[in-house]
Structure formats: structure tokens, C-alpha cells
């Protein structure tokens, strides 16, 4: 099964979006035929420095190589370096119903909060409907906020092959249901716009100080505490083994245990598990050409399947000939 997924150069990586969502993307791997993509034209819609976007794609790829991803077997690549995804957005375009955009939560949500929309913010649908359909693919795993995207996508096809034929394959989305929301340090969803988040690739003894920050209640520390209300359990529960959890359960349930304590365990338990991604993080930093070579060597694996389904499209529309 072909599997695609993109990726928003958006920088720093933090502990929930790798349990709730790349540790499952990362793991579809082993069985399914893999493209991951740095979504870097997606990103202008946002107008970011030009000296931004660059850096940032290559930082997120350096991020997915240390996490896992498996440059030999996954196609990984950047948007832009496919250049021909733009004229399939065309082409997918002029079959698109402007009310199908006009309905899209994401954009509502961004004019909503004041932003004045460009055009590339509008169409970016299309774009991400073109970077599914000229794969083929037929599996999409995304976070919740994407589903609508997706369905955009499926009308969007169903509406080409109708006029033109049976020419691109209709998607699924696999919607990636984190386990739990990893909270963050406020106890809140762990995110980026919180300004609550624990990096996986930040320095050691930052990530050790914002563990010991923490919120907790108020429970002294010879009273039992419920283990299920407590955000240090929360995150223990990702990273330590299942019997060192129950311990922690125990120890919780029973009294006579500081949260401090267990703060201070979870701190060691969190470094060591990003530890060997780390080393191999920091091997990545030094040879940053070998992440280009990888990004390139990607590109050229993706658009030999680009160049097939674009000649099928223009062909079929009617252009060239
Ligand atoms: P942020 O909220 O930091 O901007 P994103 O919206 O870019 O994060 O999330 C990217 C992916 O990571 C999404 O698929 C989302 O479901 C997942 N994710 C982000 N934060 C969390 C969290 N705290 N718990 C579980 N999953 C998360
Ligand atoms: N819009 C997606 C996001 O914000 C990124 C993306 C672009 C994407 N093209 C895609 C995701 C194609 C899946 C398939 O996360």
C-alpha cells in the first residue's frame, strides 16, 4: 500500500508531537511503502524570511532521519524539488468548486483570528490535494485537523475522473488518534502555540530544569496521590518500562512519595530514551550534506513517479499533443 504524508518545516519538535503522531508514521515503515515529504511550498503561505524556510526544512529532515526514518526504504523529499506538484495543482484546480475551499476549517480559523489570507492560503488545499493524488496513494496519516483536507482531496478526484477519467486513485485518510494528549509543563496539550513544550533535541540540562518545573497539585508528601491526575505520570507513562510504571503506581497510590522524586525520574528515563537519536542527531549536524544528498536522492525517486502521473493528467485534459 502506498502510504504519503506531509511535513510543515515548522521547526522544533517537541515530546507530543512524536508520541502523538511521527512514532506511528515512522512505524508504517515497516510494512507499507512509504513518501514523507517536507512540505516547504505550503509553508510560504505564512511568508517566512527567505533565509528561514531553507534551514528550517533541512533541520526537520535531519529530525526525521535521527527519529527513524528509514532513507532507504521511504521516499523522503522536498516539496519544491518536485516542482511538478504546481502544475498538477493547476490542472486539480479547474475542476475545484470555490465554495469546497470557501468551507475549509483551517482557513475560516486563520482568517477568524485576523490573518489577511493570500491567495496561496485559500488554495492550499489543492496544493496538498496534488501532492496526494500524484502519488497515488492510497493511505493518508494525519492529525485530526487534516481530515477535512483530505476529504477535500477525495471530492477533488472524484471530480477530475468524472470529466477525464479514471486517472488518479482516490485516498483514505488514516487518522492518527494519539493513545492521550501529552501534556505539557502547564498541564495543558502540549504545544508549540503554549509556549509549554519539552524539545526532543534541546539541551540536556533544559530539558532536566522544565521536568523539575512541572505543575503539581498541592499533595503532601506522606499522602497517596492519584497517579491518573498527575501530568509527571502522564509522561512516565511514555517512556518508562511497564514494570518501573507500576512501581511509580505503587509508590503514588501508597504515600510517602514527593512528586520531586518522581519528577527527578522521569527526567533520566526521558533523556535516555532520546538519547541514541540525539548521538545520531548530533552525527547528522556535522555532515549536513549527507541529509542533502538523502533529500536529493528522495526527490529523484518521487518525481519519476510525478512525471508519470502528470503526463497521464495533461494527456488526459486534453493539453499537449
Ligand atoms: P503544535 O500544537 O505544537 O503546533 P502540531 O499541530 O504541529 O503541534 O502537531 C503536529 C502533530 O503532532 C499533529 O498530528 C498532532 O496530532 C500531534 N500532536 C501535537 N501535540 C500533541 C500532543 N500534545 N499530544 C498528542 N499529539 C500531539
Ligand atoms: N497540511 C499538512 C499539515 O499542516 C501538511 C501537508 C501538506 C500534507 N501536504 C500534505 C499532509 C499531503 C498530508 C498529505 O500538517
Redesign the pocket.
Known amino acids: 500500500m502506498r502510504v504519503l504524508s506531509g511535513i510543515?518545516p515548522?521547526g522544533g519538535l517537541?515530546?507530543?508531537?512524536f508520541?502523538?503522531?511521527?512514532r506511528q508514521q515512522l512505524g508504517l515503515q515497516a510494512e507499507h511503502d512509504c513518501f514523507y515529504f517536507i512540505a516547504d511550498y505550503h509553508a510560504l503561505t505564512s511568508n517566512p524570511a527567505p533565509g528561514e524556510i531553507a534551514k528550517r526544512t533541512v533541520g526537520v529532515a535531519m529530525d526525521y532521519i535521527a527519529l527513524g526514518l528509514d532513507t532507504e526504504k521511504t521516499v523522503f523529499w522536498r516539496q519544491s524539488d518536485v516542482p511538478e506538484v504546481t502544475e498538477l495543482a493547476w490542472l486539480l484546480s479547474c475542476v475545484t468548486p470555490l465554495g469546497l475551499l470557501q468551507r475549509c476549517v483551517n482557513y475560516k480559523d486563520k482568517v477568524a483570528q485576523g490573518l489577511s489570507p493570500n491567495h496561496g492560503l485559500f488554495a492550499y488545499p489543492v496544493l496538498q490535494a496534488a501532492d496526494i493524488l500524484m502519488y497515488k496513494s492510497d493511505l493518508v496519516p494525519?492529525?485530526?485537523?487534516?481530515k477535512q483536507h483530505i476529504e477535500v482531496t477525495r471530492d477533488i478526484a472524484i471530480r477530475f475522473n468524472n470529466n477525464y477519467g479514471e486517472i488518479l486513485t482516490i485516498p483514505r485518510e488514516q487518522i492518527?488518534e494519539?493513545a492521550?494528549?501529552?501534556?505539557?509543563l502547564d498541564g495543558q496539550?502540549?504545544?508549540?502555540?503554549?509556549g509549554n513544550?519539552i524539545e526532543i533535541f534541546e539541551p540536556e540540562d533544559s530539558i532536566k530544569k522544565k521536568i523539575m518545573r512541572i505543575v503539581t497539585d498541592s499533595t503532601p508528601v506522606e499522602e497517596p496521590k492519584d497517579p491518573d491526575k498527575c501530568n509527571v505520570f502522564a509522561l512516565l507513562k511514555l517512556v518508562a518500562s511497564a514494570d518501573e510504571l507500576s512501581e511509580w503506581e505503587n509508590k503514588y497510590r501508597s504515600g510517602g512519595m514527593g512528586y520531586g522524586e518522581a519528577k527527578k525520574r522521569l527526567a533520566e528515563l526521558m533523556i535516555d530514551y532520546f538519547k541514541p537519536f540525539r548521538e545520531k542527531r548530533a552525527h547528522l549536524e556535522s555532515n549536513p550534506d549527507s541529509v542533502k544528498e538523502i533529500l536529493a536522492d528522495g526527490a529523484k525517486r518521487a518525481r519519476a513517479v510525478a512525471a508519470e502521473t502528470l503526463a497521464q493528467a495533461r494527456k488526459a485534459v486534453g493539453l499537449g499533443g
Open positions: 510543515q515548522s517537541h515530546v507530543g508531537n508520541f502523538g503522531a511521527m494525519v492529525g485530526a485537523d487534516q492518527i494519539s492521550a494528549i501529552v501534556p505539557g496539550k502540549m504545544s508549540k502555540s503554549y513544550t
